[in-house]
């Protein structure tokens, strides 16, 4: 099997459970490299959430952030594909979810923007300790979210909802998904991400390996939750780790250990680096 390409989620996927990056897997992505494999995170995160994998960064050109909302180049330090929210529509979003009992925050230029009330009682909406850790670290405060999104004269990389009841979550799934101008997808049980229409990873992954010139059958894809179906559906070599959801092993090519079992290191190294 020729590979060209490693994508990769991170969250629950490369990373532990410590969003840590096991010494296993990060000598095998290390190897890959001296074969001039490119090795592209799609993730979730924004920019300054992708930076605290500081051990990835230095193995790392391209990078797929917000869900296939942007495409950086780490590089020469710039984006080369953006599909963004306006303000508008990200504020009418927002305005639609705010009677609901959630919390929310956005991506806005690399980094996350939250309010205070929202980061003092994020466990109180189930989102695990490590996360919680994050995202204090790559949120900033603004008095008012849909305030600062109003007045930004720039697009919105992502919109996150955290609810504490999921029958809420569901609800507000039916309610966004029949708008038809935007995409809603989950990477944790009580969250929905929301992005531009265009904006998945799988368009992203396929945009990407166009650029790079290197054929599908020769990209090798990593994940574990609903926000990575659509590079898990694409024509490459897919992956899932055992702790993926179902559909997510359902549709892959191999399953893999878990991310706490260096999961991807043991598909990298029977399927692309031999040791």
């Not at 024509?235 to 893999?256: C, L």
């Amino acid at each position: 099997m020729e590979i060209k390409a490693i994508i990769t989620d991170l969250d629950h996927t490369l990373l532990d459970e410590k969003k840590r990056i096991s010494d296993r897997t990060l000598e095998a992505l290390k190897k890959c490299r001296t074969r001039n494999i490119e090795i592209i995170p799609a993730t979730g995160r924004n920019l300054l959430g992708l930076k605290e994998c500081r051990e990835l960064i230095s193995l790392v050109r391209y990078a797929i952030l917000a869900n296939g909302a942007e495409i950086i180049d780490l590089q020469e330090n710039k984006w080369i594909k953006r599909e963004l929210l306006s303000p508008l529509l990200a504020v009418d979003v927002l305005e639609e979810v705010t009677p609901y009992s959630l919390i929310y925050d956005v991506f806005a230029d690399g980094t996350g923007k939250s309010e205070s009330r929202f980061l003092t009682h994020l466990e109180d909406y189930g989102i695990e300790p490590e996360i919680c850790r994050m995202m204090r670290k790559t949120r900033q405060a603004v008095g008012d979210v849909i305030e600062y999104v109003r007045n930004k004269g720039t697009g919105i990389e992502k919109i996150n909802l955290y609810f504490s009841d999921l029958r809420a979550k569901e609800g507000i799934r039916m309610l966004l998904g029949s708008r038809g101008d935007i995409a809603v997808t989950s990477s944790l049980y009580n969250n929905l991400e929301i992005t531009n229409k265009r904006a998945n990873k799988g368009n992203a992954v396929r945009w990407l390996a166009a650029f790079l010139e290197i054929p599908l059958n020769q990209v090798m894809i990593f994940g574990d939750s609903e926000n990575d179906a659509t590079m898990m559906s694409l024509p490459a070599f897919t992956v899932a780790v055992e702790n993926a959801a179902t559909v997510i092993k359902e549709t892959a090519d191999y399953v893999t250990a878990s991310n706490r079992h260096a999961g991807v290191a043991l598909a990298l190294e029977k399927f692309v680096t031999g040791s």
